[in-house]
């Protein structure tokens, strides 16, 4: 019995290293892309794995010596020569699934720079959720997460600059994970410790 429970708590363990690990999102961090050091460069959609955009994506590495969040590079939203600017990625997805969003976000130059995240179902481009985020801090990584539910086998998730100009908000380290099965793994060794406790009694 008493193997037949390690095993099972180690499945616990191994179920949830393996989900904490598995980002669906593809290039999230904008390593990808070769960026000389301190520089940036304009890439087309088809130039960048994962990300989409119908303007470049500007990508940068470690702006002006301000440090990438996760690894050396990162992505600003408002891209050379335009603003308003969308980047996008679908990922596949199943329906009635929680899944975690987190990135890293910050204002390059002033805290009126805001930016939109979007997370829909693409197939019926219906809103999962959305949040206006203004900026509070400029060069200083903020970090944002939330949990939201898939309503098909494609979900889309979309950053949208709402401020003109060249120059705006910086992102890094954008994940989509199945949440790690912690609250699920105590409610299960729980339910087995009850079980044991029961059987030595009988
Ligand atoms: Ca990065
Ligand atoms: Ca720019």
């Given at each position: 019995m ?9 499945g616990?363990?191994?179920l949830?290293?393996?989900?904490a ?6 290039n999230?961090s904008f390593e990808?892309?070769?960026?000389n050091?301190?520089g ?6 088809s130039?960048?794995?994962g990300?989409?955009?119908?303007a ?6 470690n702006l002006?010596?301000?440090a ?12 050379n020569g335009?603003?308003?600017?969308s980047?996008y ?6 329906a ?30 219906t809103t ?11 060069r ?7 949990v939201f ?12 600059s709402?401020?003109?100009?060249s120059?705006g908000?910086l992102l890094d ?12 793994g105590?409610?299960v060794?729980?339910l087995i ?7 030595r009694?009988?």
């Amino acid at each position: 019995m008493k193997k037949v429970i390690a095993s099972f708590i180690g499945g616990i363990a191994l179920l949830a290293s393996v989900t904490a690990n598995a980002s669906l999102i593809v290039n999230g961090s904008f390593e990808n892309n070769t960026v000389n050091a301190g520089g940036w460069k304009s890439f087309n959609s088809s130039q960048v794995d994962g990300w989409s955009s119908e303007a470049g994506i500007e990508i940068w590495n470690n702006l002006n010596n301000f440090a990438a969040f996760d690894g050396a590079q990162l992505a600003e939203l408002n891209s050379n020569g335009s603003g308003y600017q969308s980047l996008y990625q679908s990922f596949a997805s199943d329906a009635g699934q929680v899944y975690a969003l987190d990135f890293a976000h910050t204002a390059r130059d002033n805290l009126s720079e805001s930016f939109k995240i979007v997370i829909s179902d693409a197939n019926s481009d219906t809103t999962l959720f959305s949040e206006v985020i203004t900026q509070t801090t400029r060069r200083q990584w903020n970090t944002f997460n939330t949990v939201f539910v898939a309503s098909s086998d494609m979900t889309t998730i979309t950053f949208t600059s709402l401020n003109s100009g060249s120059t705006g908000n910086l992102l890094d380290a954008v994940s989509v994970t199945v949440p790690e099965p912690g609250s699920l793994g105590l409610m299960v060794l729980g339910l087995i410790a009850l079980v044991c406790g029961r059987a030595r009694k009988a």
